[in-house]
Nanobody, 127 residues
Framework: QVQLVESGGGLVQAGGSLRLSCAAS????????MGWFRQAPGKEREFVAALSRSGGSTNYADSVKGRFTISRDNAKSTVSLQMNSLKPEDTAVYYC????????????????????WGQGTQVTVSS
């Protein structure tokens, strides 16, 4: 079992930046590929970014490429999402997720792949 707790959400103006963090506890963090997803009101949950167990592989949604960066610190059991050049359409609840996988370079975009989820943190970008 892994517990995930997100932090760092808030209200920011368009063009601004936020850094989300996700702290994991419970099991060996390096056994998990990590992902960020988001869900806007009235929309389905969508993939944002993923990072492999080792941190050697990444995957990003086209809508955030070049603006968002996912990273992890296995020693601290944390994964972060640096979000720059934020747009109003980035407004959503952001969720951290963990995928228990033997594949060292797995970076799944499918929410069904992920085994554990945090409670989410709200990000609001004003125009």
């Amino acid at each position: 079992q892994v517990q995930l707790v997100e932090s760092g959400g808030g209200l920011v103006q368009a063009g601004g930046s936020l850094r989300l963090s996700c702290a994991a506890s419970g099991r060996t963090f390096s056994n998990y590929a990590m992902g960020w997803f988001r869900q806007a009101p009235g929309k389905e949950r969508e993939f944002v970014a993923a990072l492999s167990r080792s941190g050697g592989s990444t995957n990003y949604a086209d809508s955030v490429k070049g603006r968002f960066t996912i990273s992890r610190d296995n020693a601290k059991s944390t994964v972060s999402l640096q979000m720059n050049s934020l747009k109003p359409e980035d407004t959503a609840v952001y969720y951290c997720a963990a995928d228990e996988t033997f594949a060292r370079f797995s970076v799944s975009v499918s929410a069904k792949t992920y085994d554990y989820w945090g409670q989410g943190t709200q990000v609001t970008v004003s125009s």
